[in-house]
């Protein structure tokens, strides 16, 4: 294969980025041509739910380069619009400006967007929180110390709800579930986290799903549960999960369903590779199909993809440990590997009750991750344990104290 002369790159967050910026370390001369629907440069998003929405950090200082770094990369920014449709047979990306960008090789990294309870896009005091404005946003309406209802108790929920308590706001955690993050961590480590939030004064309310969100002279004053519980807030985040970006693939020919579906090498079709949040790939070290929102896999998986659309025939498959942390109140928390859907749990350093621990989460008799809460030397040194295929009752035969 011979190298490409232009590389377009739809998407220009971590993954977009970090593609453009290793086609370069690879000596690629060629035109890339990086397009981002917002006006900002290219932005970390972990920070928003932590530092922006705080205000300990300047907004600032989420631009992921300076411009001189991004000079140096000589590319054909295109910040304001959006990749709104594909001609795979041409090679030829038409934006929302109405221009068109042809292309040798496509990489899609357009991300996802905010889930949304239906009839709410518009409603004043109705928060999502994906972009560096939604923070912003949600920032000001943290001010007043207000009463907020947060819909869905994921990590980005739970992260919100520790900052805006220590914001001074009254905060009703709402989950469908039992256990927040028990269907990412377990019973264990779910109810462990309800505690913590607890304990910093949150409500959190389970096994509940809102109805509706209630709207008086068009503003949001509080969400209205199955059963008819209603409970009164200034401000409402829904932060139910995200939606891939891929309609505007429709009749490109390039398969999508929970994201653009690409093979092990994160290769879509001819000439069309996907990475970052958008990205469902065949993990060869998982034997599964997998797609991660999460800042590391964003930006490894950009770089993976560059060096294959470079490589020519010889591709290497895109396997990664998956990683992921959240920060709440004084906890950090980091997870190796895939918790969930595992048969096995045990604790194997420290323990639930000064949570403080490392624990490990076992499938099919082998260590499928290990999660680690205010550890951050044993948890990475748990790593090893699921990078390398580990049966699980090696992996916790040679521990002490193991809780299973």
């Keep these: 294969m011979s190298v490409p002369a232009s590389v377009v790159i739809a998407g220009a967050s971590a993954a977009g980025l970090s593609t453009a910026e290793t086609l370069r370390r690879q000596g690629f001369d060629g035109r890339i041509t990086l397009i981002g629907e917002e006006v900002h440069p290219p932005y970390d998003r972990p920070p928003l739910s932590k530092q922006i929405l705080s205000g300990t950090w300047p907004d600032e200082r989420v631009w992921l380069r300076d411009e001189a770094a991004l000079a140096g990369l000589a590319l054909d920014l295109r910040l304001g619009a959006r990749a709104e449709a594909l001609d795979t047979g041409a090679k030829v990306v038409r934006l929302s400006d109405g221009s068109l960008v042809s292309y040798d090789e496509l990489v899609i990294a357009t991300g996802v967007r905010p889930r949304r309870l239906p009839g709410t896009a518009d409603v004043a005091g109705v928060h999502v929180l994906r972009t560096l404005t939604d923070a912003t946003t949600l920032r000001a309406a943290l001010a007043g110390s207000p009463r907020l209802v947060i819909v869905g108790a994921g990590f980005l929920g739970a992260e919100v709800a520790s900052v805006a308590r220590q914001a001074g706001a009254q905060v009703t955690l709402v989950s469908d579930i039992e256990a927040p993050l028990s269907d990412v961590l377990g019973p264990q480590l779910g109810e462990l986290l309800v505690g913590v939030h607890r304990d910093h004064g949150v409500e959190v309310v389970t096994g509940a799903r809102v109805e509706e969100v209630l709207v008086s002279g068009g503003r949001a004053h509080g969400v209205r549960l199955a059963g008819g519980h209603t409970i009164e807030a200034d401000a409402v985040l829904v932060s139910i999960g995200s939606v891939p970006n891929v309609e505007w693939l429709a009749g490109s020919g390039v398969e999508v369903g929970n994201g653009v579906l690409?093979?092990?090498?994160?290769?879509?079709?001819?000439?069309?590779?996907?990475?970052?949040?958008?990205?469902?790939?065949?993990h060869p070290g998982l034997g599964e199909r997998i797609r991660i929102e999460h800042r590391t896999n964003a930006a490894e998986q950009g770089m993976a993809v560059a060096r294959n659309i470079l490589a020519g025939e010889d591709r290497s498959p895109f396997a990664p440990v998956p990683y992921i942390w959240s920060d709440q109140y004084?906890?950090?928390?980091?997870?190796?590997?895939?918790?969930?859907?595992?048969?096995?749990?045990?604790v194997t350093e420290g323990s639930l009750a000064d949570r403080k621990l490392v624990a490990l989460y076992g499938k099919d008799a082998q260590v499928r991750a290990a999660v680690g809460i205010n550890m951050v030397r044993p948890a990475r040194a748990a790593r090893a344990l699921v990078a390398t295929p580990t049966a699980w009752e090696t992996a916790t035969a040679v521990q002490e104290g193991v809780t299973p």
């Design 330 to 346: 004084d906890l950090r928390i980091q997870i190796h590997g895939l918790p969930r859907g595992a048969d096995a749990f045990a």
């Design 262 to 282: 690409c093979d092990q090498y994160s290769q879509a079709g001819p000439g069309v590779w996907a990475a970052g949040d958008v990205a469902s790939w065949h």
